[in-house]
């Protein structure tokens, strides 16, 4: 099972130490990988047990534009169909993984795209388009 922390907002430190620091606090869940994403006040560190997409799947994901992003603990059981939908819309994947049709979906139907999943989940969206600054959005599963 994987996992990941993050910081954001005024008085954050999104520093890589910081983030690395508190994601070694989650090593046993993601001993394969360890990613972190600083930008602009808002921090992530994932930490990965690759089971889906093993060689391509690291996280953070990103949007075409790489002005959204998106780690994602657990499993979307649908996302096949998710994605073959968002490819026909135009979508371009870089990986395997199910997480990346998070990004592409957020993209798409903003926050509501969470009613679309069919999993067992915990994930983070960053959202860098608004003028005001970064948007952290933090979503369950129904069972959560």
């Known amino acids: ?27 046993h869940r993601g001993p394969d990988d360890e990613q972190v994403l600083s930008r602009e006040g808002v921090g992530l560190c994932f930490r990965r047990l690759s089971i889906i997409d093993v060689e391509g799947g690291a996280q953070p994901l ?31 994947f870089r990986t395997r993984s199910d997480a990346e049709v998070i990004v592409h979906l957020y993209e798409e139907e903003g926050a509501e795209f969470v009613h679309r999943l069919v999993g067992m989940f915990s994930i983070a969206v960053v959202d860098f388009r608004s003028s005001a600054g970064p948007e952290v959005l933090l979503f369950r599963d129904r069972m959560g």
């Open 1 to 27: 099972m994987c996992g990941f922390v993050g910081v954001a907002g005024p008085g954050a430190d999104p520093s890589s130490e910081s983030l690395r620091a508190m994601g070694a606090t989650l090593a």
């Open 62 to 92: 990103w949007n075409e534009d790489q002005d959204i992003a998106c780690v994602l603990n657990g499993e979307l059981y649908n996302f096949q169909e998710l994605k073959t939908e968002l490819e026909a819309r135009g979508h371009r």
